[in-house]
């Protein structure tokens, strides 16, 4: 089995502000985790709801664009998401979970959860992409 981070680039400029790490990656699937920090917070302290959508959005699009090959990388963009906020985080730490549930040659569908280390359910999500090149 391949370690997911021999498969990952160097973070991009955007996961860094966020601050999500990239945990696992295999086939139709992701995982994510954001430690929360103040940054994260609403005006009233909470996780602000794109963070939720961020979240949902990277985890689904890794989750199928996984090759298992560093050097066949597959990108894919964002034709729809939907994201359904349930919860306030009771922890810390937020985990997002993607799976791949279908597709064809051009586009796929992925749907993905967040919790938190407590395993309350956070927000869920649904999405459309279209891979690219």
């Not at 086939?27 to 954001?34: G, N, S, T, V």
């Not at 996780?47 to 050097?71: I, N, Q, S, W």
């Not at 919860?87 to 937020?94: A, D, N, Q, Y």
């Amino acid at each position: 089995m391949t370690n997911t981070k021999d498969l990952l680039e160097s973070p991009y400029e955007f996961q860094k502000l966020m601050g999500f790490d990239i945990i696992e990656w295999a086939q139709d699937r992701a995982k994510l985790h954001l430690h929360l920090a103040e940054k994260h917070g609403n005006r009233y302290g909470i996780p602000h709801g794109g963070v939720h959508a961020t979240l949902l959005d990277t985890c689904m699009g890794f989750a199928g664009c996984y090759t298992g090959d560093r050097e066949e990388p597959q990108l894919a963009m964002t034709l729809s998401l939907t994201v359904q906020y349930l919860s306030r985080p009771k922890g810390k730490v937020l985990i997002a979970n993607g799976v791949k549930t279908g597709g064809g040659r051009k586009t796929f569908f992925a749907e993905g959860t967040i919790a938190d280390e407590s395993g309350e359910l956070i927000a869920k999500g649904t999405g459309t992409f279209r891979y690219r090149g």
